[in-house]
């Protein structure tokens, strides 16, 4: 659990990809450094939300599962199920932990209520959206979704979500040509 007297638990370093020469936020969130911003290297699998280029500015690229697995640069990997569940037992669990982790503005509002969250921990989560395996582009500036390495089964993975309409942390199973973001742990 978190300590209220923790020092700077949302100062954020830096990494830059070696791939591509992309500057990306870090930050520590109890004993894990994470990705503070969704990953955009061009693999392929890859996309930009609605195929357009700003959209990966703003929100970072949407990936299938299998480019997922292999998207991190050296010295970083796709979180499992379980090591999600690490980051989410710190900051207080999954009840109130979407809104821990969600940016201040950006997201829509839901029924007259602010969809943003406090970003307490720094983690500087954007409503993203998702890509379908028919080539439709749904949800941003209302929910995100991430890949874990975890799979459900032999054509499904788990992916943690959370939306603008309330705090939660979710847990799904979807099919790995879904398109979704991808956060980066340091190994």
Same mark, same amino acid.
Request: hydrophobic share 30%.
């Given at each position: 659990?978190?300590?209220?007297?923790?020092?700077?638990?949302?100062?954020? /370093?830096?990494?830059?990809?070696?791939?591509?020469?992309?500057?990306?936020?870090?930050?520590?969130?109890?004993?894990?450094?994470?990705?503070?911003?969704?990953? /955009?290297?061009?693999?392929?699998?890859?996309?930009?939300?609605?195929?357009?280029?700003? /959209?990966?500015?703003?929100? +970072?690229?949407?990936?299938?599962?299998?480019?997922?697995?292999?998207?991190?640069?050296?010295?970083?990997?796709?979180?499992?199920?379980?090591?999600?569940?690490?980051?989410?037992?710190?900051?207080?669990?999954?009840?109130?932990?979407?809104?821990?982790?969600?940016?201040?503005? +950006?997201?829509?509002?839901?029924? +007259?209520?602010?969809?943003?969250?406090?970003?307490?921990?720094?983690?500087?989560?954007?409503?993203?959206?998702? +890509?379908?395996?028919?080539?439709?582009?749904?949800?941003?500036?209302?929910?995100?979704?991430?890949?874990?390495?975890?799979?459900?089964?032999?054509?499904?993975?788990?992916?943690?979500?959370? /939306?603008?309409?309330?705090?939660?942390?979710?847990?799904?199973?979807?099919?790995?040509?879904?398109?979704?973001?991808?956060?980066?742990?340091?190994?």
């Amino acid at each position: 659990m978190a300590c209220d007297d923790e020092p700077a638990k949302k100062s954020a /370093n830096t990494f830059i990809d070696s791939r591509d020469g992309k500057n990306y936020k870090t930050v520590k969130i109890g004993s894990q450094t994470w990705m503070a911003e969704n990953l /955009n290297y061009v693999a392929s699998d890859s996309k930009c939300y609605d195929n357009d280029e700003s /959209n990966c500015q703003k929100y +970072g690229r949407l990936y299938n599962w299998d480019a997922a697995m292999k998207a991190c640069p050296s010295g970083w990997h796709l979180p499992t199920q379980a090591e999600w569940e690490e980051m989410a037992a710190y900051i207080g669990g999954e009840v109130a932990g979407g809104k821990k982790l969600k940016t201040t503005s +950006g997201w829509n509002d839901y029924q +007259g209520k602010s969809g943003n969250g406090t970003d307490e921990f720094g983690f500087s989560a954007l409503p993203s959206g998702l +890509g379908d395996p028919s080539g439709n582009f749904l949800n941003a500036e209302y929910y995100s979704y991430w890949w874990s390495a975890s799979e459900y089964d032999s054509g499904n993975a788990y992916n943690r979500s959370m /939306n603008g309409s309330g705090a939660r942390l979710y847990w799904h199973n979807r099919k790995k040509p879904f398109l979704f973001s991808v956060r980066c742990l340091q190994d």
